[in-house]
């Protein structure tokens, strides 16, 4: 799958946003859709996608997040985007990017992911 790093969690209050950043090496993100996943506390094997992005800019979302989170890329940069926006505390999760047609299983190595704490 190539390389990919995630960063730009944070803490922040509810109703603030976040911008986090996927850099991936350029075989991959030429390659491949992108998905956004996140991981909650306490589910430590389930990895629920919660936006997607395909080579040619097509969008996919969560109905959780449909209106709040917009997922973006730049493929001169190698880089896809999640902006976090109207952020509640049940969107606090460690937040992966990966391949959302063949993602890792559960219990494989995601990554070290980005942290977002959303506070009440």
């Known amino acids: 799958q190539g390389q990919l790093v995630e960063s730009g969690g944070g803490l922040v209050q509810a109703g603030g946003s976040l911008r986090l950043s996927c850099a991936a090496s350029?075989?991959?993100?030429?390659?491949?859709?992108i998905g956004w996943f996140r991981q909650a506390p306490g589910n430590q094997y389930e990895h629920d996608l919660v936006a997607s992005i395909t080579r040619d800019g097509r969008t996919h979302y969560a109905d959780s997040v449909k209106g709040r989170f917009t997922v973006s890329r730049d493929n001169a940069k190698n880089m896809v985007y999640l902006q976090m926006n109207s952020l509640k505390p049940e969107d606090t999760a460690v937040y992966y990017c990966?391949?959302?047609?063949?993602?890792?299983?559960?219990?494989?190595?995601w990554g070290q992911g980005t942290q977002v704490t959303v506070s009440s």
């Open positions: 990966n391949d959302p047609d063949d993602p890792p299983g559960p219990r494989d190595y």
């Open positions: 350029r075989s991959t993100l030429v390659l491949k859709a």
